[in-house]
């Protein structure tokens, strides 16, 4: 199961565009080892915690940016066709040009939900 689960992870890797998807989990490791960072030096500080989230933010802009981009190349390729195709060749299309955003809004959603924690379990600023 393990196997083939990483095997579908890399497949949609190589499917979504190795141009939008590899800088999408570059981002998001980076934001992990940031996060790692913080707990380790025990150093939550504004600006780290800032950058931790416009980093999430940033991949979720890039992924809708790689979704775009998908969805151009995508019907580009259709009007350049003069025959009709069958719906599943479209399907097919529409669903590699959906990954990005898919694994981006999954990693932003991860990057979200810490984040929150880090501001609920932060000691609040005195005003």
């Given at each position: 199961?393990?196997?083939m689960l990483a095997i579908t992870f890399f497949t949609h890797h190589i499917e979504g565009s190795i141009?939008?998807?590899?800088?999408?989990?570059?981002?998001?490791?980076?934001?992990?080892?940031l996060l790692l960072y913080?707990?380790?030096?025990?150093?939550?500080?504004?600006?780290?915690v800032q950058a931790?989230?416009?980093i999430g933010?940033?991949?979720l802009v890039f992924g809708a940016l790689g979704t775009v981009t998908g969805f151009l190349q995508m019907f580009d390729?259709?009007?350049?066709?003069?025959?009709?195709?069958?719906i599943q060749v479209i399907a097919g299309g529409v669903k590699v040009a959906l990954l990005n955003i898919v694994?981006?809004?999954?990693?932003?959603?991860?990057i979200q939900a810490?984040?929150?924690?880090?501001?609920?379990?932060?000691?609040?600023?005195?005003?």
């Open positions: 199961m393990k196997t141009y939008f998807m590899a800088p999408l989990t570059l981002f998001f490791s980076l934001d992990i080892i913080m707990f380790v030096q025990k150093k939550f500080s504004t600006n780290l931790f989230k416009h933010l940033l991949i390729a259709l009007e350049a066709i003069k025959e009709t195709l069958p694994y981006a809004t999954a990693y932003f959603s991860i810490i984040y929150v924690g880090i501001k609920i379990a932060s000691p609040k600023q005195p005003a």
